[in-house]
């Protein structure tokens, strides 16, 4: 059998528009990106930078009252954007997995956790009842949790949050997904926890070959799990590198700001942090030019005025940044965008 | 060396009662020195903000003792305490939720004054705008506006106002950065020790991020299911941790810097209930180094190094004092 060599999401100039009381809010901003097979993404930026709208766009998992999107994205060739939820159904199921923030709220209270992972099961492998229940049980093993015959009759309450988190990865590897979006899957955990939650994904990802998206705000995670880093501002992705060259050679004055402001575990006691000072923008608002000129210590008159494209790096093609004074010797090769 | 402002010895606190008692706090006993900021860490559930609650007497304490300023708090009357209070203020996680919603700022943060009868309004308002000044916030353009119309960190500087305004020695900070991004992270950390050091503050710094606590503090406590592990100087007991339990949790933090890699030495499982604790040490159901001793002898904490204590009885190898750097 041929290996598909073809990317498996592809995303171009895609848009995500909230209609809200005080005028259309832009949270996600012209974005392009590709995912080969089996690779994995993090995506890093402060709170309502756009990564979770981003992430949803990809897999058509947006509320469809008072949104409009503009732009493509497919996942193994087809069209997600535009298309209605039903019609998704089938690629959720089978293709496509996710895992939340929150499990509490992504498992019915009220049933017991064996019983979900059964019914995504027969849905959408058609499994009989009886194997639905045995292959639950096989899943919430591979996933580590002890006594699964046990806890398969445990309702989501009864299980603490890092087992309520693997919980949410049985069913979410439960169809042999191809594409897993994971959105700050360990966020609020303990950092024993979230370890064991990150290995539990990095090994069933080399299984299966799967593709990631990780959504994080903790540089550190990213560091660790991903190949590559998109970094996002107001929407827009400012930066985005394979994760050694990122964190070997900074581009982009946000990335460094946000890198500066992360304690380090590695760092003596009291060491003084940089911080980014001021908020990011109002999206119903931005700023004309970089979003991020209010903030940035760099900033010029051009930066108020010219948008930043985001470009390739003469030092590296695959490091990409949108900041007209790029740190680190790194420059423009051209001016045109990833993907054209 | 400074005197200790705050004793706490044999620190016992129970929630329920008879067959469905949990001992939260299982005797724990620290110092904190006048001007220091200790570090308390550990895993969810293993009773930080119980320890910090019950400092502050807001949870009743079955037993043992809490000295502040040299006064006993555990007998004193609610009335007493409540006079006592304004020297002991605390700082959560979730600002926006702590302050009033209903009230405008310039009067959340002059509430602590007008309990304390403190001064007439004019000379309230003067130290209410110096205060929110003080915290980067612009008392002209916030002190009308209610809570909702704030972010998270500006809602956090907004509390650290309000604690500070009384003119308190001991802060406990339960969790108070760790819903805030980054950015705003570090300016609240910036913001903190700068203030600590112009108010002569003394700090309890609880929280679960080991790379925040190393940050703030100058000596670090190390609790496991109501116990103290370890505690040491910052630097020393991170660098070379002595409790299989510390080792174990630096192992699982990461940095920002994917030449450093992984560890490969993470805890398994999770910590037991604490309606049944395990015998002797509670951390030997997970403890690599576990033997037969640890199912039958509780380990005390002692000092093994200078001002490094630590409750295992078969501590990691301590690295020589003299070629620490
Ligand atoms: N009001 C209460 N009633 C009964 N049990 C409680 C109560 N508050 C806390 N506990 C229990 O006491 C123990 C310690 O809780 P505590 O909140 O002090 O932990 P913590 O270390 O602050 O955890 P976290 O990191 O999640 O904030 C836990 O087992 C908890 O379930
Ligand atoms: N359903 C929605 N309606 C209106 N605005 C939304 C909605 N969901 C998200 N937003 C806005 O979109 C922006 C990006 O949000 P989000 O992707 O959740 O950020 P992040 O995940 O990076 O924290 C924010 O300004 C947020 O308030
Ligand atoms: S474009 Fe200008 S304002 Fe924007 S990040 Fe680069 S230097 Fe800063
Ligand atoms: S006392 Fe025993 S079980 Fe406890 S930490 Fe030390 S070696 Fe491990
Ligand atoms: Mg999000
Ligand atoms: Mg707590």
């Known amino acids: 059998m041929a290996i598909d060599q073809s990317p498996i999401v592809v995303v171009d100039h895609l848009s995500t528009t909230f209609r809200t009381p005080r005028g259309p809010l832009k949270a996600v901003n012209d974005v392009s990106l590709t995912l080969e097979r089996g690779s994995s993404l993090g995506i890093v930026g402060e709170s309502g930078s756009g990564k979770t709208v981003l992430s949803r766009s990809i897999i058509g998992l947006l509320p469809t009252q008072n949104v409009t999107q503009t732009g493509t994205a497919t996942i193994n060739g087809s069209e997600i954007i535009g298309t209605r939820h039903k019609d998704l159904l089938k690629i959720w199921g089978s293709e496509v997995a996710m895992v939340f923030q929150d499990p509490m709220t992504a498992l019915t209270p009220t049933r017991r956790v064996g019983q979900q992972i059964a019914e995504s099961l027969r849905i959408n492998l058609k499994l009989s009842r009886k194997d639905a229940n045995l292959r639950a049980i096989e899943l919430l093993r591979q996933v580590g949790i002890p006594s699964p015959e046990r806890r398969a009759r445990a309702y989501p309450n009864q299980l603490s949050g890092g087992m309520r988190q693997r919980v949410m990865i049985a069913i979410a590897i439960a169809c042999g997904p191809e594409f897993l979006v994971a959105d700050e899957p360990t966020t609020g955990l303990d950092v024993t926890v979230q370890a064991q939650v990150l290995d539990l994904i990095t090994e069933l990802r080399a299984k299966s070959n799967l593709t990631m998206i990780l959504v994080t705000h903790d540089l550190g995670v990213v560091a660790t799990r991903t190949d590559n880093v998109a970094v996002m501002y107001a929407g827009r992705i400012v930066e985005q590198a394979p994760t050694a060259s990122l964190f070997a050679r900074v581009a982009m004055p946000y990335t460094k700001g946000l890198l500066d402001s992360t304690p380090r575990i590695d760092a003596p006691s009291h060491t003084r942090l940089s911080s980014i000072e001021g908020r990011p923008p109002d999206l119903v608002n931005p700023p004309e030019g970089c979003a991020f000129a209010p903030r940035c210590t760099y900033a010029t008159d051009e930066c108020r005025t010219v948008r930043p494209e985001l470009v390739r790096s003469t030092l590296d093609a695959n490091h990409l940044f949108a900041c007209h004074h790029p740190l680190n010797g790194h420059q423009a090769s051209s001016s045109l965008t990833e993907n054209k | ?325």
């Open chain 2, 1 to 325: 060396m400074t005197k200790p402002l705050l004793s706490v010895n044999n620190l016992v606190v129970t929630y329920g009662a008879r067959k469905h008692a949990v001992q939260a706090v299982a005797g724990v006993s620290f110092e904190i020195f006048e001007g220091e900021t200790l570090g308390l860490v550990g895993e969810s559930g293993c009773g930080k903000s119980t320890t910090g609650r019950a400092i502050l007497q807001l949870e009743k304490v079955t037993s043992g003792s809490v000295t502040f300023d040299g006064e006993e708090l555990t007998s004193l009357s609610p009335g007493e305490m409540r006079t006592r209070r304004r020297k002991l203020q605390m700082l959560f996680q979730d600002p926006i939720s702590s302050l009033n919603p209903r009230r405008k700022i310039k009067h959340i943060v002059a509430e602590p004054l007008i309990i304390w009868k403190e001064g007439d309004d004019e000379s309230r308002s003067h130290l209410v705008d110096q205060m929110l000044l003080e915290v980067g916030i612009d008392p002209h353009l916030a002190g009308e506006r209610y809570p909702r119309e704030f972010s998270g960190g500006q809602c956090q500087r907004i509390s650290i106002a309000r604690s500070l305004v009384a003119n308190p020695r001991l802060l406990v900070c339960d969790e108070m950065v760790s819903a805030l991004d980054v950015s705003v992270q570090a300016q609240i950390i910036n913001l903190l020790s700068d203030l600590k050091v112009k108010h002569n503050l003394t700090l309890l710094f609880i929280a679960h991020d080991l790379a925040v606590v190393k940050n703030v503090s100058d000596r670090v406590a190390v609790m496991y299911l109501g116990r103290l592990c370890e505690l040491g100087p910052s630097d020393d007991l991170y660098a070379h941790p002595l409790h299989p339990y510390t080792a174990a949790l630096l192992s699982a933090a990461v940095v920002p810097d994917p030449t450093v890699g992984l560890s490969h030495h993470t805890l398994e499982g999770e910590p037991p209930s604490p309606i049944n604790p395990p015998s002797g040490c509670r951390f030997r159901t997970r403890c690599p180094k576990a033997e037969a001793r640890c199912a039958e002898e509780v380990p005390e904490l002692r000092e093994v190094r200078p001002g490094h204590q630590v409750a295992c009885h078969f501590p990691l190898e301590a690295v020589p004092v003299s070629i620490q750097s």
